[in-house]
């Protein structure tokens, strides 16, 4: 399943996609997407529901967070051997794992409001693995059964703010520096989370393009190695790093974003976002 969650900001409404790609009201079946609806009895119960029955959505309305609940939302720095290459970082022996705050998260063809003295403003087109069911000290072979599915995340960065100190976070959770979405895929309908194909784009030119086969860490291995640190709650969301070609690592001269610019990016699978960046206006 493709679920999703459309409308006003703050007032969406639950849908659903169809074989054909159209957007369905899921909004007489429930009332919203969120940890129950993703566990695994909440997905037994959507899985019932035959996407053709339901309303169609016509008016190409604005597509919000594809899900609410997200308690924690987790991510994985230089997790692509040639992204660790380009940015001149060693290879990590371990997952490195930072927080992007709660509220930096932004539906995924919202604007991204480069924030107040930023300079370095920066994209990342990531693969995020939405977690279904509780976990604690997970083995790997079994870290999947976790998952409810995976959507698409652009990791937002202001690198000046980020490399002013050894801790990521405060040029990681800026407001609006966390799109995710269009959709929440199922984990049953992707079933190989590392072979999938991604780009990014900014004002239509090629600047990222990968595959999740070069993770150093699969999502298996992520998820585990997490879950021995934090418990993990239905919700949750862990974006799991970018593959080459951000701003930050541009030779010989390293190129940064600017209100004006739009960033378009896609998982192969998972859909695509777009997003205009605009000056904070305080």
């Not at 801790?167 to 520096?177: E, N, P």
């Not at 990968?210 to 021995?228: E, L, P, Q, Y």
């Not at 862990?238 to 030779?251: E, L, R, S």
Request: charged share 25%; hydrophobic share 35%; with cysteine.
């Amino acid at each position: 399943m493709k679920l999703c969650r459309y409308g006003k900001n703050g007032y969406e409404k639950p849908g659903v996609i169809d074989a054909e790609g159209r957007l369905r009201d899921l909004s007489k079946v429930v009332e919203n997407i969120g940890p129950k609806e993703i566990s695994p009895r909440g997905l037994k119960m959507l899985a019932k529901v035959k996407p053709e029955s339901l309303p169609l959505v016509t008016n190409a309305p604005r597509l919000g967070v594809p899900y609410v609940g997200i308690g924690k939302f987790v991510a994985i720095g230089l997790n692509f051997f040639d992204h660790a290459k380009e940015v001149g970082a060693p290879v990590p022996s371990e997952p490195i794992v930072f927080m992007k705050a709660t509220t930096s998260i932004s539906g995924p063809n919202d604007d991204i409001v480069q924030p107040r003295d930023s300079t370095k403003l920066d994209w990342e087109v990531e693969l995020g693995i939405v977690i279904g069911s509780k976990a604690q000290y997970v083995p790997e072979d079994k870290a999947l059964e976790y998952v409810a599915g995976y959507c698409i995340v652009n990791d937002v960065s202001e690198r000046a703010f980020q490399m002013a100190t050894s801790q990521w976070d405060k040029g990681k959770g800026f407001d609006t520096g966390g799109p995710i979405g269009p959709w929440l895929v199922t984990a049953d309908e992707l079933k190989d989370p590392q072979d999938l194909d991604m780009w990014l784009d900014v004002n239509g030119k090629r600047m990222q393009t990968g595959n999740t086969r070069t993770m150093i860490f699969d999502c298996a291995k992520i998820v585990a190695h997490v879950s021995n640190y934090m418990t993990l709650l239905p919700g949750d969301i862990i974006t799991t790093g970018t593959p080459p070609g951000v701003g930050a690592g541009m030779k010989p001269i390293p190129v940064f974003l600017k209100p004006g610019d739009v960033v378009t990016l896609g998982i192969r699978g998972l859909g695509e976002q777009r997003q205009k960046v605009v000056a904070y206006s305080g």
